[in-house]
C-alpha cells in the first residue's frame, strides 16, 4: 500500500500534466539553462533562455529569459513562478509579412502556474517607424483583471535583407 504523500505527489503530477501549457504557435526552442541557486536534493533554481519564431512575421525571433524554480514544488510543477521576464527580439532574414494581424495580437503565451498566471509575447507595430514591437508580461487570468507591472519590450526595424531586397510597410499588415 502507498503512502498518503506518495498518492498525493503522483495526483498532483497527473494533474500537471493534464493541464499541459496553452500556446500560440510553436513550442519554444531551449538555448541553456544557468543554475542561480543550489539545492543538494531536489532540481536547483535556474534562470532559462528560450527561443521562439514569430509565426506571421517570418525572419524575426524573440529570445527571452525567465527563471524556473527548483525544489520538490518546481519539480512537481506546483510552484508559482516569478514574474522576472526579459525579452529581445531580432530580424535574423528578410522579413515577409504572412497575414494581417491586430495591435497586440498574442505570438506566445505560456503557463507560468498550475491555476492562473500565464506569460504572453504580444506584437505590434509603429507604422511611422516601420518598426515591430514586441512586449512581453505576465497575465494572472485568462481574462485581464491583474496583470503584472513587470514587462519587457523589444522591437524589430523592418530592414532589407540582401542587396536589391524589397522592405515591407508593418502598417500595410495591420487589420483594421
Known amino acids: 500500500m502507498m503512502p498518503v504523500a506518495t498518492k498525493l505527489c503522483l495526483i498532483a503530477a497527473a494533474i500537471v500534466g493534464l493541464c499541459g501549457v496553452a500556446r500560440a504557435g510553436d513550442d519554444p526552442d531551449l538555448i541553456f539553462r544557468e543554475s542561480t541557486r543550489f539545492r543538494l536534493l531536489t532540481p536547483n533554481d535556474k534562470l532559462a533562455t528560450y527561443a521562439i519564431d514569430d509565426a506571421l512575421v517570418e525572419g524575426v525571433a524573440c529570445y527571452y529569459t525567465v527563471p524556473e524554480r527548483g525544489g520538490i514544488s518546481g519539480a512537481l510543477g506546483l510552484v ?25 495580437d498574442t505570438v506566445f503565451s505560456e503557463r507560468r502556474s498550475l491555476l492562473f498566471k500565464h506569460m504572453q509575447i504580444v506584437r505590434g507595430c509603429d507604422p ?11 497575465v494572472y487570468t485568462d481574462k485581464l483583471i491583474d496583470g503584472s507591472p513587470k514587462n519587457s519590450t523589444s522591437t524589430v526595424p523592418v530592414q532589407p535583407w540582401g542587396p536589391g531586397a524589397d522592405v515591407p510597410r508593418c502598417a500595410d499588415f495591420l487589420k483594421g
Open 80 to 104: 508559482e513562478q516569478t514574474s522576472d521576464v526579459s525579452l529581445a527580439c531580432r530580424q535574423y532574414g528578410a522579413i515577409k509579412f504572412k497575414e494581417k494581424f491586430a495591435q497586440g
Open 128 to 138: 511611422k517607424r516601420n518598426v515591430l514591437v514586441y512586449m512581453v508580461y505576465m
